[in-house]
Each structure stands twice: as structure tokens, then as C-alpha cells.
């Protein structure tokens, strides 16, 4: 990258740029220490939030970007990233079923939705938005922000979102949106996506998909298995538009989401004018197809490298999400077969509920609390980080569960195995789990 730059000339960098090396050293040793605070998101001990190292390729792919620092907005201000932006979307929608198509990178799951949801707003106007009662609260609060009322629909005993309660909304008239979610974030539930398509085309309602953390599973969608539910993520070809996040199971870093849509004509709705961008080219500028202005163009050359060397295949990149499915469902045999440990359902993706077997909800909530407080506070090579649920007794009960409701709310177990190498590591899980929840006694 230097040699390019040099293409241009030789320069003498501003002298108020300039840093002590000395004092360079001590800061990125004090940045090393504060970094030290951090939970080890990249070992399988961790499996708490949905949280992972990028590849080292897409590391490798940001970092020489960044030596430009291109912005996505305009052909004028990173003309290389952008294209390399088109390209990486449309592998993403043919991952998808989709044809023609318009989409984007974002920074985002949730500018990506909120995108989805003004479009929805644009194209059926007056008319609400329905998601699940599972769905991500980024549904909520996105209506709220666009003036669109939202309604939540019931979920199944199985936490997917209820057909019957919502054909009854859609009989009654006034929706315009249905979200299915593919992979919640609570969960990793995947709703019905092929027979919500059914039911909104009958009653002439869009459907949006949060893909946002199960989207990269259309990749292992074979109903194999070490696979996933086939059916679902077929339909969200048929679907109006849909979320994905890179940034979970596509291996880049912070902040890498997608948005896409299957009707090209959408582009209407983000028309708006400019005097001072769009000016070298007539191509389109993604800032044309978007509510976000400044992107940052590494984020898109970190997934088109990446997307070189792992394709959207499932021999490419669908190989590293067996592994964690696998996890999940190993782990979850284990559970079942504990007297400690009881299941709270049987997982669809990588993700995984489960509680101390307790005769009620308080000691439920308290020995989890146990489980996830003791575990981090362990020495690094002992510990263990896990995260918590919180469920009620209704969602107790629908699932069979036992359990006396002596408290409104209790917190779960939650763990979510997202990372190919915790599949060795399921073992050791489950023990280490055991052993604290003996401690705790």
C-alpha cells in the first residue's frame, strides 16, 4: 500500500501529527492492560453472548483498507470498496434465492432493520408491522421511532410465532409487514418462514426476515443432521427483504450488517438530492439505497476477502457453522441426560437454554446466577462464561416444565456455541457446569 501511495509523490507528513515514540509505546501499553478487562470472547470457554474474533482475513482485509479509509457513501469517496460492496451483496442474495435485487452493507443489524421497516412504512403507509413476541426488541423500538404502529404476535410452545394468532391479525385487516425472525436472538428459534410467506400473500402483507443471527445457516439448511430446518430458509427467497449480520456468523468484525431487498424498484423511496456528492460517476452511489451516510469501506473489503477465501458455500463457510450446530445438539443430548440439568428446549440453531433442575423458579433464578458469577471469577484456564434467560412460568409451562412459579420471573442458563472449536469443548462444558452448580449447594 505504501508503494501506491508513493505513485502519488513524496510528502512531509504535518508536524502536528507527530507522537513521541516513547509515548506511543506507553499508551498501547496502557491500551493492552485496559484490554485485559475483556471477557475471552475468542476461546471456547466463552460461550455467553453472541460474541467472536473476526478471521484473520478479514482482519488482514480491514486494516490494509484502513490505511485508505474509504467511505462507502459515494463512488467519489471509495470507488474500489464500493464495487467490492456490490459484489459481496450480491453473493449474499444469491445465498439467498434472490434475483434482481437492491441491498447494502450497514453498520448494523439494527440500522439494517430499521431500513426494512421504512421501506415497509413507504410501500403500504397507515398499516402496522407485526413480529414476533420472541422477535428482537429493535422491532419495538423501530416502529415507535417511525411512527409505525407495531403489534406482537403470540409465540408457540416452541417459541416461534403463532399462525393462527396471526392469520386472526391479518384477517382483522391493517397490516402491511409481517417480521419472521430466522434465529432470535434469545434462542436461536427459527419462525415458520414458508408458511408466514403462505399466509401474508393471501392477505396481501409484506414479509420482512431477521436473518440478522441465523441468516449464514441458509448454508447448512439441508435438513441434515448436523443441519438445519431446510424449509424455512428456502422461503425467505420468496420474501420482500431480509437482514443479515457478517458480523455473527460471518466472521468479520464489528460493525458489518446487511440489508437487502427483493424488489429493485424500492430505490424510490431513499430518492434524495445532493450538491456536493455523486459527482464522478452516474453508476449508482450506494448513499443512493441507504438512510446511513458515511460507511466505512474496510467494512467491505474485510468480507470480500474473506468471501474469497471461505464462499458462501457449504463447503466454504457453511463448514464452520456445522461444527457449532453440532455443539449445541451434543450438549443438549448431555442435559437431557443429566438429573441436574434440565433442557429448556430442544435448540434449532447454535444456541442453547437450559436451568438447574430445581423445584422452583427462585432457586432456578438463584443457581444460575451461581453458575454465571462463579464461572468468570474463576482462574482464566478453570473459568467459565456463560450467559443467563429470563423466562415465566407461562413459558415454563408450555414447554412441560414442573417448576413452581414462586416468582413472577426467573433467569436460565444460555449458552451459545457459535465458535467451531467449542464442539470439542462440549464435554468439559457440561462437567464444568455440573461442578459449579455442586459448589453452590
Known amino acids: 500500500m505504501a508503494r501506491w501511495m508513493s505513485e502519488y509523490g513524496e510528502y512531509t507528513p504535518h508536524p502536528s501529527l507527530d507522537v513521541e515514540v516513547g ?4 499508551a498501547t501499553e496502557d491500551l493492552r492492560a485496559r484490554l485485559r478487562e475483556n471477557y475471552p470472547f475468542f476461546h471456547p470457554r466463552y460461550v455467553g453472548q453472541m460474541l467472536k474474533p473476526p478471521h484473520p482475513a478479514a482482519v488482514v482485509g480491514y486494516v490494509t483498507t484502513m490505511l485508505i479509509n474509504p467511505n462507502n457513501h459515494a463512488l467519489d469517496g471509495g470507488p474500489a470498496t464500493a464495487r467490492m460492496e456490490k459484489e459481496v451483496v450480491a453473493q449474499l442474495a444469491t445465498m439467498f434465492g434472490f434475483g434482481p435485487h437492491l441491498g447494502h452493507l450497514t453498520s448494523s443489524g439494527t440500522i439494517a432493520n430499521l ?14 408491522v407485526a413480529y414476533s413476541a420472541d422477535a428482537h426488541y429493535t422491532h419495538s423500538r423501530m416502529c415507535h421511532l417511525l411512527g409505525v404502529r407495531g403489534m406482537a404476535v403470540p409465540v408457540t410452545a416452541e417459541g416461534t410465532m403463532d399462525l393462527h394468532a396471526l392469520e386472526e391479525l391479518l384477517r382483522a385487516g391493517g397490516i402491511g409487514t409481517v417480521v419472521a425472525t430466522a434465529g432470535t436472538t434469545g434462542l436461536g428459534t427459527i419462525d415458520p418462514v414458508h408458511e408466514i410467506v403462505a399466509l401474508c400473500r393471501r392477505y396481501e ?32 427467497a420468496e420474501c420482500d427483504s431480509v437482514v443479515i449480520d457478517p458480523h455473527k456468523h460471518g466472521l468479520q468484525p464489528y460493525g458489518c450488517g446487511a440489508v437487502l431487498f427483493n424488489d429493485p424498484g424500492v430505490a424510490r423511496h431513499f430518492l434524495h438530492d445532493s450538491p456536493y456528492t455523486y459527482f464522478t460517476s452516474d453508476e449508482l452511489h450506494l448513499g443512493e439505497i441507504s438512510l446511513e451516510c458515511s460507511r466505512a469501506g474496510a467494512a467491505a473489503a474485510a468480507l470480500w476477502l474473506t468471501l474469497r477465501l471461505l464462499p458462501l458455500t457449504p463447503g466454504g463457510l457453511g463448514a464452520a457453522l456445522r461444527p457449532g450446530r453440532r455443539a449445541a445438539l451434543a450438549w443438549a443430548d448431555r442435559i437431557e441426560a443429566s438429573e441436574r440439568l434440565t433442557l429448556y428446549q430442544r435448540p434449532q440453531l447454535d444456541i442453547l437454554g437450559y436451568y438447574p433442575t430445581r423445584d422452583r423458579l427462585s432457586e432456578i433464578d438463584e443457581a444460575s446466577a451461581h453458575v454465571l458469577t462463579r464461572g468468570m471469577r474463576l482462574p482464566p484456564a478453570r473459568s467459565l462464561f456463560v450467559a443467563t434467560y429470563t423466562v415465566d412460568a407461562a ?34 462444558l457440561h462437567q464444568q457446569v455440573l461442578d459449579l452448580l455442586a459448589d453452590g449447594d
Open 395 to 428: 413459558g415454563l409451562a408450555a414447554r412441560g416444565h414442573r417448576v413452581r412459579a414462586d416468582v413472577p420471573r426467573g433467569r436460565i442458563l444460555r449458552s451459545v456455541l457459535m465458535k467451531p472449536e467449542t464442539e470439542q469443548y462440549v464435554p468439559w
Open 205 to 236: 402483507a409484506r414479509v420482512h426476515v431477521d436473518a440478522a443471527y441465523g441468516g449464514f445457516f441458509r448454508l447448512i439448511a439441508d435438513d441434515s443432521p448436523d443441519g438445519v430446518a431446510a424449509a424455512p430458509f428456502a422461503a425467505i
Open 23 to 26: 509515548a506511543l509505546r506507553r
Open 115 to 128: 431500513e426494512a421497516l421504512f421501506v415497509a412504512r413507504e410501500t403500504h403507509p397507515g398499516r402496522a
